[in-house]
């Protein structure tokens, strides 16, 4: 996977920062997105809980890429440069938050499950202004909303990033089209590399084995479409499974619910 590229744009920093400064210990961000809108490579000096009510997120940053359906968040620590691509129309709700508070999430850029009860404390945070009243109720909820964030748990909806060239042109093959059959040994002839370098850096700059890595983009992407409201068989079939049953089967060791229970407004429940 690339470094990321261009910058956030200036009016997207200046639109950002009072978000950026707000005294309180967290505040909500609201934005509709197109499809398609890239946010461009940027950093925030505060923490952000990345959340959609709908559509699907993707978030690269220099070590992974991300897929962020409707009812799961992306936790992003201070100063952590990343990019959000919009896979279809997207409405986000974010937080800012302060370093303070920040300490209640994790220490590392990661997928975590939002529940219901999060989920509105979210909008319910969106719908103040930016220097919310200290003294009033929403002080409550705030607490509340970290306290969510302490607990929720991480979901396995990232592709870890590589670096070497040769790598990344099997990556990059296979992410242009994960329904690519080839196995390992034919992507080394276009890599320009041995597959037992291949399958060393595979293992040292991912932890995974290039089946594990196939697999583990297989399902991302395909949690993705579903999200998008394509049908299973169609997304078994993008992402490069023989049938549907042998796609449902795989979904549902991965996520422990089945593909049909996915969908616009469903995501919730394979992830949560």
């Given amino acids: 996977m ?22 309180r210990s967290l505040v909500g961000y609201t934005c509709d997105y197109p499809d398609g809108h890239a946010t461009g490579r940027h950093t925030h000096p505060r923490a ?17 890429m991300f897929v962020i359906p409707s009812g799961t ?11 959000v691509r919009m896979d279809g129309p997207v409405a986000m709700r974010a937080l800012f938050l302060r370093a303070d508070a920040a300490a209640a999430g994790p220490a590392d850029t990661t997928v975590i499950a939002v529940s219901p ?17 200290a003294r009033g109720p929403i002080r409550l909820v705030a607490a509340l909303a970290l306290h969510e964030i302490s ?8 592709l870890p990033a590589c670096r070497d060239p040769r790598l990344r042109r099997v990556t ?56 998008r409201g394509e049908p299973p068989a169609r997304v078994a ?22 593909p049909s229970a996915m969908g616009p407004g469903k995501a919730h429940a394979a992830v949560a």
């Fill in 117 to 133: 009860l999060l989920r509105e404390l979210i909008l319910t945070v969106c719908n103040e202004p930016v220097v919310w009243d």
């Fill in 73 to 83: 968040g992306l936790w992003v620590p201070s100063d952590t440069p990343h990019e």
């Fill in 237 to 258: 079939a993008a992402v490069g499974f023989a049938s549907v049953p042998a796609f449902g089967a795989a979904f549902r060791e991965t996520f422990g619910i089945t």
């Fill in 151 to 158: 607990r929720a748990g991480a979901r396995p909806l990232s």
């Fill in 172 to 227: 990059d093959a296979l992410t242009a089209n994960p329904a690519d059959p080839r196995d390992l040994e034919a992507h080394a002839d276009a890599a320009g590399a041995s597959v037992r370098t291949l399958t060393r850096l595979f293992r040292t700059e991912t932890g995974l084995s290039f089946q594990q890595w196939r697999r583990q983009l297989r399902m991302i992407e395909a949690l993705a479409l579903l999200g």
């Fill in 2 to 23: 690339a470094t990321l590229g261009q910058a956030l744009s200036p009016a997207g920093q200046q639109r950002l920062r009072p978000f950026e400064r707000a005294p």
């Fill in 48 to 64: 952000q809980l990345l959340f959609a009510i709908a559509g699907v997120m993707r978030i690269a940053t220099d070590r992974a």
